[in-house]
């Protein structure tokens, strides 16, 4: 069974798959109540995505070159027409439940969504410098990197970062709400559509046989999928729903993806990181869903723990029995979502010695924080350039032509610019082809002025050639740019120190008691650390 890791890593991957396919839960019985003809639906059903599958992972996906190269349409059709017939086919509804998820990437809103971004990112060269400055750049989210004269210049708090990226200006780009659009209206649908399947599955008896040719061999034996895969299962979609109810409660729309457009967005008052007008609805839904997995996953240790039967065909084995600290953990889990403040002691702030946090997690679904910038104390914003480099390392194939007498024979040439200085040296045979490739690319990489003041280049072959041999070989280069970006600056309202007072340190009640000065000590926030001058208040004590 070497392969069935395979089959359910393509149930779940693509089941995750972000702009997902709008999906109508059209189960309505039909007037000839059929159970047979149910069957006879589902036994095709079972064919074709047999079929789809074996294809799938026969090609180790090499024919997808899009998410909507994987059609699964076919089965997931067959399925919910069997439970227009008999909505109570458990076969059917696994299936459809399944299927769902797997087909997500037909629907015309992913693909067009798709296909937007990918034009767009294309369009804006990511990764690529830009003669403009009006661009903007972002690096991963944190905490004040550099501080001067109380301003802050920052990573900005993108919570969808896409890692360092530079996109011109632009009056028409999508929208990461674009995206959220499709969550919202397609994907929770989908999801929400097969946790319904698998709740009509109540048989606990029940299993699913999954083929050997769905694992992609043949030859290889069935396994089968029964009521702790299905509790597991559940607990996975229900993971998946609360991160995408997540995903669409708060605003993360930048008009234009230059300077302007970075600092509208990161003003105090601008809706950007700002809750939704639907957003407390979807963060108190999102709770609820994290609820619901841990259920399930209590749910699908207390089945196995329960098996007795022949456990070599099943995908979740008894084995030696779930460890004790891992019930406890999700009834903890359960316990603070429900309100139940949890002290977490850890070393926040750096000093070698342990804190004491007390956190209430509820408070974040049930308070969610209407607008994350009006956590910090009052600022000013503006657009700063800032120049930085980026490192690139390549290489090709190169081939020529040499003639020898099976005795070692070797060519080793180097070139190199660095800070104004060039050296090169070669050993070794005199190889023209070699010469003429090598020095193509130097020409090309120098006149072009693709790197900035830095170039290092190198082929090295070795071999024993007998008469007329053709040979390969590496060229390996490696160069760097000068970038140029626009970061946002942040500049504090408060002139020292003591006036910069969280507006509320609780923030929302997550941190339920804390104060403002409790804050800054727990999380070592020091009056350098944001530009002032040292305060004089007294430190405060942490607690043991």
């Known amino acids: 069974m070497k392969v069935y890791k395979q089959f359910l890593g393509l149930l779940f991957v693509v089941g995750f798959i972000l702009s997902l396919s709008a999906c109508d839960d059209d189960n309505t019985v039909d007037e000839d109540f ?94 690529s410098p830009s003669n403009t400055l009006d661009i903007f750049s972002v690096s991963s989210t944190g905490f004040p990197t550099s501080l001067s004269n109380q301003q802050m210049s920052i990573e900005a708090p993108l919570a969808m970062s896409m890692g360092m990226f530079k996109l011109t200006a632009s009056s028409n780009v999508p929208q990461i709400g674009d995206i959220q659009n499709i969550l919202k209206t397609v994907a929770l649908p989908a999801v929400n559509y097969s946790i319904s399947r698998l709740e009509r599955i109540t048989n606990t008896s029940y299993i699913f046989m999954v083929s050997g040719k769905m694992q992609g061999d043949v030859n290889e034996d069935d396994i089968e999928i029964d009521f702790t895969e299905i509790y597991a299962l559940k607990s996975v979609l229900n993971i998946l729903k609360s991160w995408l109810h997540l995903s669409v409660a708060y605003n993360f729309n930048i008009a234009t993806y230059d300077s302007t457009g970075m600092v509208n967005a990161l003003k105090q008052d601008s809706d950007f990181l700002a809750l939704n007008s639907d957003g407390a609805s979807h963060m108190s839904s999102a709770k609820t869903a994290l609820l619901a997995a841990a259920t399930n996953l209590e749910n699908a240790i207390a089945f196995v723990e329960a098996e007795t039967d022949n456990q070599d065909d099943d995908v979740i084995k008894v084995g030696s029995g779930v460890p004790q600290e891992v019930k406890d953990g999700i009834t903890e889990f359960k316990e603070a979502l429900n309100g139940t403040v949890k002290t977490i002691k850890a070393d926040f702030n750096g000093d070698n010695s342990l804190e004491n946090l007390d956190v209430n997690f509820a408070s974040y679904f049930d308070t969610p924080i209407p607008n994350f910038k009006a956590m910090v104390p009052a600022y000013t914003v503006l657009a700063e350039i800032e120049y930085g480099e980026r490192y690139y390392w390549n290489s090709m194939s190169v081939s020529a032509t040499v003639t020898g007498d099976s005795s070692v024979k070797y060519y080793n040439r180097y070139y190199q610019i660095s800070n104004g200085k060039t050296t090169s040296n070669q050993w070794g045979e005199t190889i023209p082809e070699f010469d003429s490739q090598f020095d193509a690319l130097k020409d090309s990489l120098i006149n072009n002025s693709i790197f900035y003041d830095y170039l290092y280049m190198s082929l090295y072959w070795s071999g024993y050639p007998k008469g007329s041999t053709n040979i390969f070989a590496t060229l390996s280069y490696e160069y760097n740019i000068q970038t140029e970006y626009y970061v946002p600056v942040i500049t504090w309202v408060a002139t020292s120190f003591d006036n910069w007072i969280l507006p509320d340190p609780t923030f929302n009640g997550l941190f339920p008691g804390m104060t403002d000065a409790q804050f800054k000590q727990t999380f070592n926030i020091t009056a350098s650390d944001l530009g002032f001058s040292e305060s004089v208040s007294p430190p405060i004590t942490a607690t043991e």
């Open 34 to 127: 059929d159970p047979e003809k149910s069957k006879s639906l589902v036994d095709s059903a079972n064919q074709e995505l047999e079929a789809k599958l074996f294809d799938l992972i026969e090609s180790e996906l090499g024919n997808i070159e899009q998410p909507s190269d994987i059609d699964l349409s076919s089965p997931n059709s067959l399925y919910k027409q069997a439970l227009q017939f008999d909505p109570n086919n458990d076969d059917a509804n696994f299936g459809a439940a399944l299927t769902e998820l797997l087909n997500l990437t037909q629907n015309q809103s992913f693909i067009n969504a798709f296909e937007t971004w990918g034009a767009f990112l294309d369009t804006a060269k990511i990764f």
